[in-house]
Nanobody
């Protein structure tokens, strides 16, 4: 089993920055990618960013490209999401997620790619 825990959320003014962390424990050896998703009140969960541990490639939603950066250390089972130039529309609960061997062929931006999810961390951006 795999457990994920996010941290680093909080309240920040527009234009500010936050750094989210995701720590994984358990059987993570079969993971191929870590993704970050977010869900705002009344909206569906949406893809934010992902990193492929095999290629090192990173992927971003258009809405965060140029402002957010995903990074991490697969050997240490950690991932980060550096969020700069935050906007009120970035307000949401942010989740990190880990895939597994059985789902590795799904698109990296697709939520069904990911087998394990954290509890989420709230990010609130005030105007």
């Amino acid at each position: 089993q795999v457990q994920l825990a996010e941290s680093g959320g909080g309240l920040v003014q527009a234009g500010g920055s936050l750094r989210l962390s995701c720590a994984a424990s358990g059987r993570t050896a079969s993971s191929y990618a870590t993704g970050w998703f977010r869900q705002a009140p009344g909206k569906e969960r949406e893809f934010v960013a992902a990193i492929s541990w095999r290629s090192g490639n990173t992927y971003y939603a258009d809405s965060v490209k140029g402002r957010f950066t995903i990074s991490g250390d697969n050997a240490k089972n950690t991932a980060f999401l550096q969020m700069n130039s935050l906007k009120p529309e970035d307000t949401a609960v942010y989740y990190c997620a880990l895939d597994d061997y059985g789902r590795r062929m799904r698109a990296i931006r697709e939520s069904l790619r990911y087998a394990y999810w954290g509890q989420g961390t709230q990010v609130t951006v005030s105007s």
